[in-house]
């Protein structure tokens, strides 16, 4: 049996757990040994309640990097504010990765969004594989993708930038003794890549590339689906209190009479509620999306790609909240395929009230969710998930 580290480093929300969780659980139904090495143990820990198998913190970025432009324009600018300008400072992020990954001698090393996972690995000798959605998985072989390309950032900018990156990481593995780098993406992608998402959900766009494995995932939380009592429609919303367009966007909802059922994880930690409604019920747990879903006329979430991929396989439009360029990017490919607004790309004051209206009022937005739900009808994550577990066993009996 094998030893499986499955590593998350980068980025937010609880979709990159809940995507390490449907990997984890098949490979260790299959008898094999499963550590989760976690950059939050804490917003995750109801939703990986029960799986009783080692979680370790993270070794992560805690330090302001100055000097870098206010807007990234690509994922080498992302990584050289997390750590990569310089090559001393990464040397210890890189120890800490290492520090884990020689207590268990992991057989693969599987990285969500875990460049540094992938970088002490190469310096270890181990075998790497990545997996994710389109923003974290570039294509491989080439420069990195800008981020904003309908700004068109100089070429200059974005070569200077790799070549930044890829000299902090190269440096790091001469000291080991390892081979460098030849391209940003590969510390992305590592040995063995697995695009999880489908060409209309590609944060870049890409026609052609794949293959398209279609998203990896979560098992369904246990939460109930506790709607308010009332006649309104049903809304679920997945915020985060901190943004400030998370408590406009539900005082519009209720000015529309909706009835909402909200998971916002720090009011659920405690924190209070940005608006006070019997409109609002403020789930205690993660919900059971499914059983959300099938309930709801509408979404709202700040366009995380899982909640976005199962609300559209479920046939329901979404209002999206961008914050981050990863998001900002999945909203508008959302956007484009009509099944949803991008709230955050409307001119301000915003007219939240208007959006909910129109998502709720005209058809076209339900039958472009209802068109992709029917694209995708045969999709099964846990198939999905024991195909990829099968390529991971595989991967680790040759390493």
């Not at 499963?34 to 939703?47: F, H, P």
């Amino acid at each position: 049996m094998a030893h499986f580290y499955l590593c998350w480093e980068l980025g937010g929300g609880l979709g990159h757990a809940g995507r390490l969780k449907s990997i984890a659980l098949p490979l260790r139904a299959r008898g094999h040994t499963v550590s989760l090495v976690l950059r939050d143990l804490v917003l995750t820990r109801r939703q990986l309640a029960g799986l009783d198998m080692p979680m370790f913190q993270a070794p992560v970025w805690l330090h302001r990097t100055a000097g870098l432009p206010p807007d990234q324009a690509s994922l080498a600018e992302i990584l050289l504010a997390c750590g990569y300008l310089d090559a001393d400072a990464l040397a210890g992020l890189c120890e800490g990765w290492r520090g884990l990954f020689m207590q268990g001698r992991p057989g693969l090393v599987i990285a969500d969004y875990a460049p540094t996972a992938i970088l002490a690995a190469r310096s270890l000798g181990l075998a790497s594989a990545a997996l994710g959605p389109g923003f974290y998985m570039p294509p491989a072989g080439e420069a990195l993708p800008p981020l904003r390309g309908w700004e068109a950032p100089p070429a200059a900018r974005l070569r200077a930038t790799e070549t930044r990156l890829l000299d902090s990481a190269n440096r790091v593995l001469a000291g080991h003794g390892a081979a460098p780098f030849g391209h940003g993406a590969d510390l992305l992608l590592g040995e063995h890549p697995f695009l999880c998402t489908w060409p209309e959900l590609d944060h870049y766009g890409r026609s052609g590339g794949g293959p398209w494995l279609g998203p990896n995932l979560p098992p369904p939380a246990s939460g109930r689906a506790a709607f308010p009592a009332g006649e309104g429609p049903r809304v679920f919303a997945y915020l985060r209190r901190a943004i400030p367009e998370s408590g406009e966007v539900l005082a519009a909802l209720v000015r529309q009479g909706c009835r909402v059922l909200c998971y916002m994880p720090d009011v659920a930690a405690g924190a209070p509620a940005p608006v006070d409604s019997p409109l609002v019920t403020y789930a205690p747990t993660p919900v059971a999306l499914p059983e959300a879903l099938a309930q709801c006329a509408l979404v709202v979430s700040h366009a995380g790609e899982a909640l976005v991929a199962q609300s559209l396989l479920a046939g329901r439009p979404l209002l999206l909240l961008p914050h981050a360029a990863e998001s900002f990017l999945m909203a508008r490919r959302v956007a484009q395929l009509g099944a949803g607004i991008n709230a955050m790309a409307a001119p301000r004051p915003r007219d939240w009230d208007g959006m909910v209206a129109r998502l709720l009022g005209e058809p076209a937005w339900r039958d472009a969710a209802a068109g992709f739900a029917r694209r995708y009808a045969g999709y099964d994550p846990q198939q999905q998930a024991a195909a990829l577990a099968d390529c991971f066993e595989a991967l680790a009996a040759r390493a």
